[in-house]
């Protein structure tokens, strides 16, 4: 088991932002990095906890997949904090998209109004904004689009 100083000895990879969806006064925020270890996922959160507004948000789930550089293993994982099944679906997503190396975090601020199952279309339109924006929603001919990186 990794210690503390071992964690914070692992450079946080980069994290992108989405657009926030907003819905009856509850919004939606999604965020990605690319990861290829637990350790590197810890380190991401822990990075996105930083900040304020992130860590007093109602929920942030998040799901996850990478291929260690060197093995042909598959490690996958979601958290859906509090928000029942979020995580799962997201996972969900990942998987019917087949990306690989990323973590995905979703942040919902809870406005008071309770929205339903309207809740997870907006979770998961959060995710698949994200993941298209940087590039891992493959066309039909099964390549990766073009990134637009932000």
Known sequence: MKTCKEQEDIICPEIFSGEIIADRKSYFQPHLAEVHSVEEVK???????????IANATHNMYAYRFRKKDSNSLFQ????????????????LLQILEAENVLVVV???????????????????AARQI????????????????????
């Open 43 to 53: 380190r991401v959160l822990k990075e996105l906890y930083k900040n304020k507004k």
């Open 77 to 92: 994982d979601c958290d859906d904090d509090g928000e029942t099944n979020a995580g799962g679906r997201m996972l969900h």
């Open 107 to 125: 942040s919902r601020w809870y406005g008071g109004i309770q929205l339903g199952p309207d809740r997870f279309k907006h979770i998961n339109n």
């Open 131 to 150: 993941l298209s924006a940087c590039g891992y929603v493959k066309d039909k001919e099964g390549k990766k689009k073009k990134s637009k990186k932000k």
